[in-house]
């Protein structure tokens, strides 16, 4: 197994954007880890002081706007993976690249537009050291690093679509959970997986109201593993503590009984127990989470103790 890097560059990164079509930027066996760095923000998004842009921001700017606004760095291809299979992604480490971050309100997005018709953009100091973020109003709150928009390449009819809009493929899926430790699994629509990462958060609440998160860049490493064994038809993951499942659609209570199902099958998979028994324990032990409210298609996720799943021998 190899380790490999790769670099956020005018070349390497997609801006607004998922597609098939998009060539590879690197080429990695099964099971080896990558490092790849991101970008989070588009021209109105940096701070005044160029010295704490990262040197190659704006030349990746100076590129083609797609029709969303994230920077995703990508894609990888895997060797094996074909439509099918599933690639595993071991997120093994997440670490801040700059010292600011920023949030914005905007005009007829969000979750609460009627009420908050203005432009506000916020630069936020990161500590990262202390890991610690300090809000303008004084507050200190501890960050907890994810990437808000990874995945594989889209099936190829979709064609070039927004980073907007999560789906089966992943994408802004805004998951809070999926930290550093977790493993997130996702179906495979193309030949070599395409897998590609940005729109690093470094630190968001459930639901992600107000349009972001504290965006910033991030570096990431992912341990990439074609699963031939798994058949997916939408993302998945897992922690030390808990399994994942996740659901999507414009109608947050249809995205609810989307995650629900998602796990009901995950349990009667795992245990072998009945789905009506698996129903009955989501009731008892699992928690439905409002994941965004923000991305067109809403967000919930169903996250079960996996000590729900242990049966003591008897």
């Known amino acids: 197994m190899s380790h490999h890097h790769l670099p956020a560059t005018p070349e390497t990164v997609a801006w607004g954007y998922w597609d098939a079509e998009r060539p590879p930027m690197l080429r990695v066996a099964s099971g080896d880890t990558v490092t790849i760095d991101t970008l989070s923000g588009e021209p109105e998004d940096l701070p005044d002081d160029e010295a704490l842009v990262l040197p190659e921001h704006r030349a990746v700017l100076a590129g083609q706007r797609g029709p969303g606004p994230h920077l995703l760095t990508g894609p990888v291809w895997v060797e094996g993976a074909e439509p099918g299979d599933v690639l595993e992604v071991k997120v093994e480490e997440v670490s801040l690249r700059q010292d600011w971050g920023w949030n914005i309100v905007k005009p007829l997005l969000g979750t609460l537009p ?40 889209p099936p190829p009819a979709y064609g070039r679509i927004t980073s907007i809009i ?32 940005g729109d690093g958060h470094a630190a968001q609440g459930d639901g992600e109201v107000c349009l972001t998160a504290i965006e910033t860049s991030l570096r990431g490493t992912f341990r990439l593993t074609v699963r031939k064994d798994l058949k997916l038809a939408f993302p ?49 032990a699992a928690d439905l989470r409002v994941t965004q409210m923000v991305d067109v298609n809403k967000g919930v996720h169903c996250m079960l103790p996996k000590s729900a799943l242990h049966v003591p021998a008897r």
């Open 166 to 197: 999560p789906r089966e493929f992943g994408g802004n899926l805004d998951n809070r959970a999926l930290v550093e430790g977790c493993t997130v699994y996702f179906p495979v629509f193309n030949r070599g997986a395409l897998f590609s990462a």
């Open 236 to 284: 998945r993951a897992e922690t030390a503590e808990h399994y994942i499942a996740m659901g999507l659609n414009e109608d947050l209570d249809d995205a609810a009984r989307q995650a629900l199902r998602e796990m009901i099958r995950w349990i009667t998979e795992l245990s072998g127990l009945a789905a009506v028994d698996a129903y009955t324990l989501c009731s008892i």
């Open 114 to 153: 009627e009420d908050f018709p203005i432009s506000r953009r916020l630069h936020i100091p990161l500590d990262r050291d202390r890991r610690t973020a300090r809000l303008p109003w004084g507050l200190e709150l501890p960050l907890a690093p994810f990437f808000g928009n990874f995945g594989v390449a």
